[in-house]
C-alpha cells in the first residue's frame, strides 16, 4: 500500500450547455471502472461536490452566459493545473451563443412576455438569480485554457483516448475524423 501511486484528482463542470459533455463522458461504459482506477474526482456533477479544490485536471463543458458561470469558471482555472475545454458550446459559446446578436432585454421580453405558452407574463428578477451577460462567452475569453476537444459532444471514445492520454503525460492527439457534431 505505500507504494501506491496517488491518483490524478480530476474536476468537471457544465456552464450554459445540454450536459452533452457528461453524457458523453458516461459513455465510456465499462471503462469508466478502468478509469476510477486511475483518478479520483473532484466537483463534478456525479459527486455533487460544490466547490472544486486543488485538481491534475478539469474539464469545462459549456459557455459562460451569466456571472455565477464566471465564477465557477476561474474558481476552476485557480485550482486546475491542466484546463480542458471540451464541446462546442466551451470552445465557440455553440448553441446558447445563437443569442449574441440579438439584445438580452429582446430575449426576455420575447420569452418571458410574449411567447403563447407562457403563464403569468413577468420577467424573473430574483436577486438570487445569476446575472445574465449581454453574450455568452467560449470559455477561453474568460480564462486560459490549456486544451480544446472539440465536438458535440466530443463521442466516448474520444474522451477515453484523450484523458488516458493526459493521465499518462502524453500529449492527446485527436484526429477529426474521430470527433462528431450531432
Not at 464541446?87 to 448553441?95: D, E, F, K, L, Y
Request: proline residues 7%; contains cysteine.
Amino acid at each position: 500500500m505505500a507504494d501506491e501511486k496517488p491518483k490524478i484528482r480530476i474536476a468537471t463542470c457544465s456552464l450554459a450547455g445540454c450536459f452533452g459533455c457528461h453524457t458523453s463522458l458516461l459513455d465510456i461504459d465499462e471503462r469508466l471502472f478502468d478509469l476510477m482506477e486511475m483518478v479520483e474526482f473532484d466537483r463534478t456533477p456525479f459527486t455533487d461536490i460544490k466547490h472544486c479544490g486543488p485538481c491534475d485536471i478539469g474539464i469545462v463543458e459549456g459557455g459562460v452566459s451569466n456571472a455565477e458561470n464566471a465564477r465557477v469558471l476561474k474558481e476552476f482555472r485557480e485550482n486546475c493545473n491542466v484546463l480542458v475545454a471540451i464541446g462546442s458550446c466551451a470552445i465557440t459559446g455553440n448553441v446558447p451563443a445563437l443569442r449574441n446578436n440579438i439584445d438580452l432585454w429582446d430575449c426576455f421580453q420575447e420569452v418571458y412576455l410574449y411567447d403563447s405558452g407562457t403563464e403569468g407574463k413577468q420577467i424573473p428578477n430574483d436577486p438570487e438569480l445569476p446575472l445574465p451577460f449581454d453574450k455568452v462567452y467560449p470559455i477561453y475569453e474568460v480564462v486560459k485554457v490549456d486544451y480544446f476537444l472539440h465536438g458535440c459532444p466530443p463521442p466516448a471514445d474520444a474522451i477515453w483516448r484523450f484523458l488516458t492520454a493526459l493521465i499518462q503525460g502524453r500529449e492527446p492527439e485527436i484526429g477529426y475524423e474521430s470527433l462528431r457534431y450531432d
